[in-house]
């Protein structure tokens, strides 16, 4: 049987501001990410916590970089890319 979304009650949510480097730890999880730094680690564990309680599933807009974006969801000015998030 196949369930549509709308059974499933999820949500689309989409930010055009995700840190480039934030994308690894947030698709395969911050432990799979060695190279995060303590603080890179706490923000990101706040994003999903405060956006997604209960977990998403995430697709990236690769076209969509922007080599600088001073207003990152999250952390200092960086590169960032259009990211949609399916609630779960």
Known sequence: MIIGMAET??????????????????????????ILEADEEEMIIKF?????????I???DWESR???NPFPAFG????????TFNTL
């Open 76 to 83: 200092k000015p960086c590169a960032t890319y259009k990211v």
């Open 66 to 68: 922007r080599e600088f």
């Open 48 to 56: 999903l916590e405060e956006n997604f309680p209960s977990g998403c």
């Open 9 to 34: 009650k999820s949500k689309l949510k989409v930010w055009d501001n995700i840190p480039s480097w934030a994308i690894y730890a947030l698709e395969y999880g911050i432990e799979e990410d060695p």
């Open 58 to 60: 995430m697709t990236v």
